[in-house]
């Protein structure tokens, strides 16, 4: 079992849809979720965190932490076209000062948001 | 620009040469952390900085490899004898001190013919 799993897609929806991603995470002792977009050819750019249980909402974005479930999800809504790219759930895993902010990955899902 | 900043962006070498990149990373970041990653697959981590020690080494970085960071600033990674295997986009990222939130660099990208 990989560490952190995702979907790897592609996620195909339409302009004005409800996007959503999913992840989940082998280390219950994980801390910190992260969310990265990262287009094709270029670095990974944060979009969201989250640290404890429940929905973070950013603008379009919602985060979804159940570390019960160990499960990590990003909705993106009113998706666009510019958002067409690849979406990478980051694990920050072991508690305490240990991991040193180390992220685990997940191999990222494609997402295009066709016109 | 007070990002990260990487350099070489891209370099392609001949198989056996020695290869070294440069980090600069924002200023008042003491966190300091390498990845690779190669095509179709997440970032993984190879080495993480604490201002000038180095704390933390994945086992995939082999002897061929080594990172530095001295005075706590900027960082180095060295490649020595470089495989076609070692192709990939290579990361650097920094974090603040007491918030986990790391920053990448645009990267520089490897290729070893």
Request: with cysteine; net charge positive; proline share 5%.
């Amino acid at each position: 079992q990989k560490e952190v799993e995702q979907n790897s897609g592609p996620l195909s929806v339409p302009e004005g849809a409800i996007a959503s991603l999913n992840c989940t995470y082998s280390d219950r002792g994980s801390q910190s979720f992260f969310w990265y977009r990262q287009y094709s050819g270029k670095s990974p750019e944060l979009i969201m965190s989250i640290y404890s249980n429940g929905d973070k909402e950013d603008g379009r974005f919602t985060a979804q932490l159940n570390k019960a479930s160990q499960y990590v999800s990003l909705l993106i809504r009113d998706s666009q076209p510019s958002d067409s790219a690849t979406y990478l759930c980051a694990v920050n895993m072991g508690a305490g000062g240990t991991s040193y902010g180390k992220l685990t990955f997940g191999q990222g899902t494609i997402l295009t948001v066709h016109p | 620009d007070t990002g990260v900043s990487q350099n070489p962006r891209h370099k392609i070498t001949k198989r056996g040469q020695n290869v070294t990149f440069r980090c600069d990373p924002i200023s008042e970041h003491n966190r300091l952390y390498w990845y690779r990653q190669t095509l179709g697959q997440g970032p993984e981590f190879l080495t993480y900085f604490q201002n000038e020690a180095q704390l933390e080494k994945s086992r995939l970085l082999s002897d061929r490899f080594s990172a530095e960071r001295p005075k706590g600033s900027f960082s180095t990674l060295e490649i020595q004898r470089t495989e076609q295997g070692d192709s990939a986009m290579y990361l650097c990222a920094s974090s603040p001190p007491k918030v986990w939130r790391a920053f990448f660099g645009q990267g520089t990208r490897l290729t070893v013919v």
